[in-house]
C-alpha cells in the first residue's frame, strides 16, 4: 500500500493533469482543473510545471493541432 504524502499527491495531479492536457487540450483541461482544484489550490505553481518549455507559440500550434482534430 502506498502512503499518501504531499509530494505523491503532487505528483499525481501532476501526472493527471498531464493526461487531461494530452486527451482534451488546454481549454478543456483547464475548466476541469477550475472544477477539480480547490479555491485554495495554486494554479500559478503548477503551471509552470506543466508548460515549462513551452512558449505561447508552441501552445497555440498545439491547441489548433488539437482543434483540427
Not at 502506498?2 to 495531479?13: D, G, H, P, Q, R
Not at 515549462?52 to 497555440?60: S, V
Request: aromatic share 8%; hydrophobic share 40%; no cysteine.
Amino acid at each position: 500500500m502506498v502512503t499518501a504524502t504531499k509530494e505523491n499527491n503532487k505528483s499525481l495531479l501532476t501526472d493527471a493533469f498531464e493526461a487531461l492536457l494530452e486527451k482534451l487540450g488546454p481549454e478543456k483541461a483547464i475548466q476541469i482543473w477550475q472544477i477539480l482544484v480547490p479555491p485554495h489550490g495554486d494554479y500559478t505553481k503548477a503551471r509552470k510545471k506543466l508548460f515549462a518549455g513551452k512558449d505561447a507559440e508552441t501552445l497555440d500550434r498545439e491547441a489548433r493541432e488539437f482543434n483540427r482534430k
